[in-house]
């Protein structure tokens, strides 16, 4: 058929045309509580939740990055974002007042393979989720293992508060 026939391609939604250009707070408004909650049950692929994600985050709704965030992890551990997901969720958590899901959330990231860049704060702030979810014990061991590895850190004297030599 001639070129004139064919099907216009489909309009990108106005709040993905406006994430991609970084405009979040825009994306957000486009898309609303109601429908931010929709697109994230409908969303299938990863760079969609992260999408989501960063837009709830990134236009001052941090708690809306949660559910976006949690479906990546539960049905694409493989992808090679999901450890980054992992961290940022365990932060957006620990913000919150969740300091256990925030410690899960950091042992997951962990176990994905956080980049190394990550490591010494990914430690650090698991130091702190564990402390602040009453787990004494535990975060205790975790900032003396922390110190050890890193004992001229920056994060040093925050992390000592929970444990260490």
Do not use: C, K, N
Request: charged share 30%.
């Amino acid at each position: 058929p001639p070129a004139s026939a064919e099907a216009p391609p489909p309009e990108r939604p106005r709040w993905r045309e406006a994430a991609r250009e970084r405009r979040f707070e825009e994306a957000w408004e486009a898309l609303g509580d109601a429908g931010h909650a929709r697109e994230v049950r409908r969303m299938r692929g990863a760079d969609g939740l992260l999408e989501l994600a960063d837009v709830a985050r990134f236009s001052g709704h941090a708690a809306d990055a949660v559910a976006p965030l949690q479906r990546l992890l539960a049905e694409h551990p493989d992808d090679p974002r999901a450890a980054l997901a992992a961290y940022t969720l365990a932060r957006i958590e620990l913000g919150r007042g969740r300091a256990s899901e925030a410690a899960r959330a950091l042992e997951t990231g962990e176990a994905l393979g956080l980049p190394a860049a990550l490591a010494e704060p990914a430690a650090a702030l698991r130091v702190r989720a564990l402390g602040e979810a009453g787990q004494t014990d535990e975060a205790r061991a975790a900032a003396e293992a922390f110190l050890a590895r890193w004992p001229a850190s920056p994060r040093r004297d925050s992390v000592a508060r929970w444990g260490g030599p």
